[in-house]
């Protein structure tokens, strides 16, 4: 037979394709043409077998590459049972259905089999596997290779996708070769034709398929594939620029005839057209289509080609004032593709490549600005210049100091610069108020951080602002509760609510500076405690002193435990006592509640984790006072909530 060779892309697998002047095809069985070069082996349809056959035979003597989609359908599980790519002498052959896959009982003969359902007495794999067999042998274990996995990335190829499948013979070596999608598979040396043929190189090849208790669709189709370059990136061009359309089609066999729409309501039937020029910008719908010397007519295969326009590109820059980003408007006119390079040039110098220019770090000064824009599809604007002035700005600053609460904070603004003319003052004191004078002064009347924000207006229109925080503290001195000592006995003051003490009078005080103290007295005394803050606020609180000249136990009728601050704890107060044996409560039931030994500790009202209830209970006491007087008391009072 005569041979072309022809390279083409189908489905990323490059084939060698030999052809008739003119193919036909015999079909058998329950094969059907589904269009000029597909075919339908089986439906997915119970025990069902087909097989399609060129009806002109191949010399074996001569090499081939052949190259198919193929269609496996999409149940899986309970997908079959295959398709077997065959040569072998009889036109009108078919095998035998279910798993015999139309090519068992073939013979002589030898198949490629992509099988997709596992029978077990024929020794099937779990996967979908391809087998290089001869003389219609499905069972295996006389395979002359595999069965392995039919894909290189997956077990399953009933996946509803097409596939491509390669059958390549090199009669020099007697070299069988088989590739699914591009990845080689398998491959066998034996020759075919002494060994399986009988001397007779003259075989035809086809595709046979069948189901049994599952099924699929299962379909082939020679290739016939229209394809073409523009030779430009990404299919675009400038309008312009000529177009070189060039064809890359593949065909099973020999292409008759092409034709070609460029989408401007042009045409041409070459097989590779003179440059095309397109008169306007836009995107053409560029549709190439051929005919085989078999009479099948091609889909057509269609890209987008690209005729860009030069962007008309404008933009404006207003003046404006130091520290405050220009305000930028860019108008940008296109048909055909998007700006994706741009050049700004600031005073004739690369400023930057952004779409938004960063200006807010300009001095003051006149500028001239230029853009240049290009689109994605290359094509340049016209260089466009702007000019505009950054005006000067008044530089402004302000002291302020930490203050306190209820007292006058001085605010002193300060303009650092001698350019600018500020003739408006603006003082955010961060509290909802403000003032407008220079330098001013403002009552806090909380303690708290404040935001204080001083803003100055110049007479060329610019301003400026400037924030601070400041620390508004508060002081509340407390110097404790009054309390009874015992006459000449050491006590201890509990001042608190500043960073620096000061007690008056500093009578019976072992230092009158310090918030706690150490006190001595034989007669009554209020002592007044004042207390100031790093920032400089000052309190005072004052305490009396009750000289008791003896010894005494006092037990409060009523608390309100409830861990607000107050009388939350109920406790006796020992005068004099030196020892507290116990000091018990009980509650309306006699049941016992709390008991201490520890003078200073008390009831804090809880009782099983939470507070009693409301009402009277009972407490006991023994304590020995500091001359060895016992005290045995008893008393009630009562819980409040």
């Not at 302000?398 to 003052?425: H, L, R």
């Amino acid at each position: 037979m005569k041979l072309l060779l022809y390279s083409f892309i189908c489905m990323g697998i490059v084939a060698i394709t030999p052809f008739n002047s003119f193919s036909q095809y015999i079909l058998n069985g329950d094969a059907t043409q589904e269009s000029c070069n597909c075919y339908q082996l089986t439906a997915p349809v119970n025990n069902q077998i087909g097989s399609v056959w060129q009806d002109v035979k191949i010399n074996l003597n001569d090499p081939f590459d052949f190259s198919f989609n193929v269609y496996l359908g999409c149940r899986d599980v309970y997908g079959a049972d295959g398709i077997v790519f065959i040569l072998q002498p009889d036109r009108n052959s078919i095998g035998i259905f279910g798993q015999g896959l139309g090519f068992e009982g073939i013979a002589p003969s030898i198949g490629i089999s992509l099988d997709t359902y596992q029978n077990y007495d024929y020794g099937d794999s779990a996967f979908d596997q391809i087998t290089i067999q001869k003389n219609g042998v499905v069972m295996h274990g006389n395979d002359l290779a595999g069965p392995i996995p039919a894909s290189a990335s997956s077990d399953n190829i009933e996946d509803c996708a097409w596939h491509v499948f390669r059958i390549k013979w090199d009669p020099v070596t007697h070299t069988l070769s088989t590739y699914f999608d591009d990845i080689f598979r398998l491959s066998t040396q034996t020759d075919l034709v002494a060994t399986i043929f009988n001397n007779d190189p003259m075989v035809y090849w086809g595709f046979s398929g069948a189901t049994g208790d599952a099924y699929n669709f299962q379909k082939f189709c020679t290739p016939q594939n229209p394809l073409y370059s523009s030779g430009l990136a990404n299919d675009a061009v400038c309008l312009g620029t000529p177009v070189t359309f060039t064809d890359n089609s593949t065909s099973f066999t020999t292409i008759k005839d092409y034709y070609w729409d460029f989408g401007d309501g042009t045409t041409s039937n070459a097989a590779n057209p003179p440059p095309h020029n397109y008169l306007q910008p836009g995107r053409y719908a560029v549709k190439h289509t051929f005919t085989a010397a078999d009479g099948c007519v091609s889909q057509p295969y269609t890209k987008i080609i690209s005729i860009g326009d030069k962007p008309d590109v404008s933009f404006k820059i207003f003046d404006t004032c130091v520290n405050l980003t220009p305000r930028l408007n860019v108008n940008i006119n296109l048909d055909v593709g998007t700006i994706n390079q741009w050049k700004w040039e600031l005073n004739g110098k690369l400023f930057s490549t952004s779409e938004n220019p960063d200006l807010s770090q300009l001095a003051a000064g006149s500028y001239s600005m230029n853009l240049t824009a290009t689109s994605n599809i290359g094509c340049a604007s016209n260089i466009y210049e702007d000019r505009f002035t950054i005006i000067n700005s008044p530089v402004i600053n302000f002291n302020v100091k930490d203050g306190c609460e209820n007292k006058p904070v001085i605010f002193n603004a300060q303009q650092s610069d001698k350019i600018t003319t500020i003739n408006k003052w603006q003082w955010d004191f961060g509290d909802n108020l403000f003032s407008d004078q220079q330098k001013t002064q403002h009552v806090y009347t909380a303690s708290s951080i404040y935001p204080v924000t001083l803003t100055a207006a110049a007479s060329n229109g610019c301003q400026s602002s400037v924030m601070k925080n400041i620390f508004i503290n508060s002081v509340h001195a407390n110097a404790g509760n009054d309390t009874i000592v015992v006459e000449n006995t050491p006590f201890q003051l509990h001042g608190s609510g500043g960073s620096a003490y000061f007690w008056s009078p500093s009578t019976g005080l072992n230092n009158p500076n310090i918030s706690n103290p150490t006190g001595n007295v034989s007669d009554d005394i209020t002592y007044f405690l004042t207390v100031k803050t790093i920032e400089g606020c000052t309190d005072t609180s004052s305490m009396k002193v009750r000289v008791f000249k003896g010894s005494a136990v006092y037990v409060p009728t009523a608390f309100t435990p409830g861990n607000d601050g107050l009388n939350d704890v109920l406790k006796p107060y020992l005068i004099g006592i030196k020892s507290l044996y116990f000091f018990t409560i009980y509650n309306r039931w006699g049941q016992q509640i709390f008991s201490t030994h520890e003078i200073n500790r008390g009831w804090n009202g809880l009782s099983q984790g939470k507070i009693g209830e409301a009402g009277v209970y009972v407490w006991i006491l023994k304590a020995e006072d500091a001359w060895g007087k016992i005290y045995n008391l008893k008393g009630s009072f009562i819980l409040l909530k």
